[in-house]
């Protein structure tokens, strides 16, 4: 059955497909893949000279794939990509026609593509290479691996919490028991944020994260307009279910927060802050515990950590994917001066990973973020 690859270049002209967008990034599991999260990202965070270029596949009457875009000047990238691992999405034994039709398209766009930036985990389809191997072009496209960044995770599929937790170390265990003890003494409780505390509960939260993390490299939550794109997104996924603030209270007093975004069988616990005075009884790991076991409770069966190998990760994960960021350079008109700001842009990198050497491991783990920054 052909394929037919529309473009869309509003978010008005996104709503007629919203809904089986949506549907995608729940088969998939791809909850920062929905649109509820990227829109959020486009009206929010966009630079303010971008454009907006969604591809969207049909065949028949089916949306079968979506590939959201933002253009500035002749560069792209996935929208949102700023903060979270977004990926194109195609229906499950579709992709590789799917992303045949979304070359197409991104061959033929305005403005002329001159680079475009694409990310994937590596368990599932590699649209790189499938966006270059059908490439319409005679001489078609040059593609980089830019980034690769280990994304540990939790196999929810193990029975309960109990089960989970009984599996892991004796050691681990009488900590998490002991620390759970301590916070019930000092009087903790969890509560998550609804539709009437969102706004005042995302500050609270950006305030945890970002002062947690003012001395140790700065966050990549600093940007103007994270606030409003997490009351945005809180709007559409909050009802659902599918944006869930953690927070961890004493005494009436925020200590801890968790953002945890979900889509079908998968949750993704995107960011964190915790206050540090309240160190002792580990609002951070308390935090993450508890999402794990309410994942468990609504019955997925995954959680992604994020990006980033931080050593708590090592002691919940038992399991790990890549997430890898290609960039894609059409040859033609451009391909040379591309070429060139690219290998600035590893330059620096190389740069910045050697003077990383030198920063003790503890501070290196400490300075982690669980998103990955687009390089584009």
């Not at 978010?11 to 920062?32: K, S």
């Not at 005042?200 to 945890?208: G, S």
């Not at 961890?248 to 802050?273: M, P, T």
């Not at 993450?288 to 950590?305: H, K, P, T």
């Amino acid at each position: 059955m052909t394929m037919i690859a529309s473009m869309l270049d509003s978010v008005e002209a996104t709503r007629a497909v919203h809904a089986e967008w949506d549907r995608l990034a729940v088969e998939a599991g791809r909850p920062l893949a929905a649109p509820g999260w990227v829109l959020a990202c486009w009206e929010c965070l966009r630079p303010p000279n971008a454009s907006m270029r969604v591809i969207a596949v049909r065949r028949e009457e089916q949306l079968v794939g979506v590939m959201p875009l933002l253009a500035v000047g002749h560069r792209y990238r996935l929208i949102g990509s700023e903060l979270s691992a977004v990926e194109p999405l195609a229906k499950a034994g579709l992709e590789r026609e799917v992303a045949k039709s979304m070359a197409g398209a991104l061959a033929s766009l305005e403005p002329r593509v001159a680079m475009v930036a694409l990310e994937c985990h590596d368990d599932s389809v590699d649209w790189a290479e499938s966006v270059c191997s059908a490439w319409p072009a005679r001489r078609g496209v040059w593609r980089q691996l830019v980034n690769r960044v280990e994304v540990p995770g939790i196999d929810l599929g193990v029975g309960d919490f109990d089960a989970w937790l009984g599996a892991k170390s004796s050691s681990f265990r009488r900590e998490t028991r002991r620390k759970a003890k301590r916070l019930d003494e000092a009087g903790g409780s969890f509560r998550f944020a609804t539709e009437a505390s969102l706004e005042a509960d995302v500050a609270e939260f950006l305030c945890l994260h970002r002062t947690r993390l003012s001395g140790l490299g700065g966050s990549s939550l600093e940007a103007e307009g994270v606030d409003r794109m997490l009351c945005e997104a809180g709007r559409e996924l909050l009802p659902l279910g599918r944006l869930r603030l953690l927070l961890l209270e004493v005494d009436g007093k925020i200590i801890g927060a968790q953002v945890i975004v979900a889509a079908g069988f998968e949750a993704s616990a995107w960011n964190s802050g915790f206050d540090e005075d309240y160190s002792r009884l580990s609002p951070s790991m308390q935090c993450i515990l508890r999402a794990v076991r309410d994942a468990f409770e609504r019955g997925q069966r995954m959680m992604s950590l994020g990006p980033g190998a931080q050593a708590y990760k090592d002691r919940l994960a038992d399991h790990s994917v890549d997430l890898v960021t290609h960039t894609l350079v059409p040859r033609g008109r451009g391909y040379v001066s591309a070429r060139s700001k690219i290998a600035a842009a590893s330059a620096g990198r190389a740069a910045r990973r050697r003077i990383g050497q030198i920063v003790p491991q503890s501070m290196r783990r400490a300075r982690g973020t669980t998103q990955l920054k687009a390089n584009v």
